[in-house]
């Protein structure tokens, strides 16, 4: 990010500035002219959104009371009942008054520390890497039969998400201006090495004049997509108007750079 100060932005019509300086709480970000720092305000934001959640919570558990209610029981009254867990009324040894495992006899509390520590150290996420590694096929399956049973619910939660997280996007794009710029560079270098000399240039805008067209008239905005993804696992494609489809841009994106042969 280019270094510039308040009176050059100023000078030259910007609305924010970066002196590479930390701000009074540490953070490292972008300025606005009229004062403030960007990163400041994200973290305003977040602590505003989790006060509120933890508001909304409490006042749930309040409202429904009797749905936390954990009625005593001795473990083989759990075991006659069916239940996964059973609940003494009495701390554990290193204190926590929570339910238990009917199965191994462990303490919730403890289970919720020790996963916590894993975390902390780090253990959690390389275990969780490895069982995703071990099981990747296995994971891919559910979740192409989940998103399948889902499309509906999976498209109105994020509908639902882009209204309500619209100013976050739009601080963050601000905020990470370099970043999506990057990006936005390697995608078109990556288009150009996949553009070969004997493209034909009209037949691939051609695909752009119907992705536009089908947007104005079905109200959903749509994609060009590369059927064979220009950067896929195992194959990468050309950028060609035999290799380019038009579809909305919910199934283009749910797809990613995978090559759908079915």
Request: glycine content about 4%.
């Amino acid at each position: 990010m280019q270094i510039i100060t308040r009176a050059e932005a100023e000078a030259q019509g910007l609305k924010r500035y970066f002196t590479g300086k930390p701000c009074k709480h540490g953070h490292i970000s972008e300025l606005w002219i009229k004062g403030g720092c960007i990163e400041c305000q994200l973290s305003k934001r977040r602590a505003a959104n989790a006060k509120r959640l933890s508001a909304e919570w409490e006042q749930y558990k309040r409202e429904n009371q009797h749905r936390f209610s954990i009625p005593i029981m001795s473990r083989q009254e759990a075991k006659d009942a069916g239940s996964n867990f059973y609940f003494t009324g009495h701390a554990c040894a290193n204190g926590h008054t929570t339910k238990r495992s009917t199965h191994t006899k462990q303490c919730y509390g403890c289970r919720d520390a020790k996963r916590d520590d894993y975390k902390k150290r780090g253990l959690a996420q390389m275990y969780d890497k490895r069982s995703r590694e071990k099981h990747k096929e296995k994971i891919r399956a559910a979740m192409k039969i989940w998103r399948s049973h889902n499309t509906e619910h999976r498209r109105a939660y994020m509908k639902k998400w882009t209204q309500e997280n619209r100013e976050h996007r739009r601080l963050y794009k601000q905020a990470n201006r370099a970043r999506i710029a990057e990006q936005t560079v390697a995608r078109q270098e990556r288009t150009r090495q996949a553009t070969p000399l004997w493209a034909n240039r009209d037949s691939i805008l051609l695909k752009y004049k119907e992705r536009q067209r089908m947007t104005a008239i079905t109200g959903v905005l749509h994609h060009v997509d590369h059927k064979i993804p220009l950067q896929g696992e195992n194959v990468c494609g050309l950028h060609v108007a035999a290799n380019l489809r038009v579809i909305p841009a919910r199934d283009n994106l749910s797809k990613n750079n995978k090559w759908e042969t079915a």
